[in-house]
């Protein structure tokens, strides 16, 4: 709306407008108002605090056998008992912990970029341009992920670095097909048909119009992507093909207690079991949060 002031006409938003709706304050207000998807936070938050900062105060040795104190019962010198070669359990869930939490974390980040830039050049180029390119998503999506990873992992055994790649490689299809329909809306806006009329370049359009027009649904598929990934160390190290021992992660402490289970020594699968389902909850559940903070599905 306009108004005179001092003899001259300025542009004043309308309270209430689509600016306000999308403020940084007013998604919050929104998010928050999501009680799952603040609780989700808080689980998410105290489980990086227990497996980042948990070890320095509860320092236990993770990289040497100890055949002395196997299969311990839980008690004050060990909380949650030892496995089967002496380690301290609650010291191995928080070993295991990093290693899930930053393999997700990054692999989820790694496809959520990968997916970002494929989907909008596909989006914005059109044409046979984004045929080709959603038929390479179409035939990624139609070969289970971890399929992929069972096949890799058998032919190399990969690292934590190795496995952020390998994940993130399998794993950003979906992001770029949610993206690329953004784009497709976005580039027959009115300030993107004006910026390629006055000569602006391709690059330009998407950087400066697409892609940060695009950021809630890049933020919520970022979130979806990380739960996925964190299920998918889970898989491969269930089954042995993840991160090689001493190190360790949930997927690979389930798989090292299955059997003991059935001794009746629970501590080994109950505790690594919970915190999977726990943090891909919550991670979960901040995506729904995001995903109606932001009102992806009813966004003109």
């Known amino acids: 709306m306009s108004v005179q002031s001092a003899g001259r006409w300025r542009l004043v938003a309308p309270r209430g407008g689509a600016a306000n709706r999308n403020s940084p304050a007013s998604l919050r207000s929104r998010f928050a108002r ?15 605090l227990f497996c980042f900062l948990g070890p320095l105060l509860y320092s236990t040795d993770q990289t040497h056998t100890d055949l002395t104190q196997v299969n311990l019962s839980p008690s004050g010198a060990h909380w949650l008992g030892t496995d089967a070669v002496g380690h301290d359990e609650l010291g191995r869930l928080m070993y295991g912990g990093k290693v899930s939490l930053l393999v997700g974390l990054a692999a989820g980040v790694l496809a959520t970029v990968i997916g970002t830039l494929w989907g909008s050049v596909a989006g914005y180029a059109g044409g046979w341009v984004d045929a080709v390119m959603m038929r390479v998503v179409d035939a990624g999506i139609a070969i289970p992920a971890l ?56 690059g330009r359009a998407i950087a400066r119009h697409i892609l940060p027009n695009s950021v809630s649904t890049i933020v919520v598929a970022a979130t979806f992507q990380v739960a996925d990934a964190i299920l998918l160390v889970a898989y491969v190290s269930y089954l042995g093909l993840g991160v090689q021992p001493p190190a360790t992660d949930w997927g690979g402490m389930l798989s090292a207690g299955l059997t003991a289970a059935y001794s009746g020594r629970w501590w080994l699968i109950v505790p690594p079991g919970l915190a999977i389902i726990l943090v891909v909850c919550a991670f979960n559940a901040i ?9 992806v599905k009813g966004r003109g």
């Open 34 to 48: 999501n009680k799952l998807a603040v609780a989700g936070v808080v689980v998410v938050a105290l489980f990086f």
């Open 147 to 202: 399929f992929i990873l069972l096949v890799v992992s058998a032919i190399t055994t990969p690292g934590v670095p190795g496995l952020i790649v390998i994940l993130g490689l399998v794993s950003w299809l979906v992001p770029s097909r949610l993206v690329r329909a953004e784009t497709l809306t976005l580039k027959r806006r009115d300030y993107v048909l004006t910026l390629r009329a006055i000569g602006g370049s391709h």
């Open 287 to 295: 995506g729904d949060g995001l995903r109606d903070a932001f009102d």
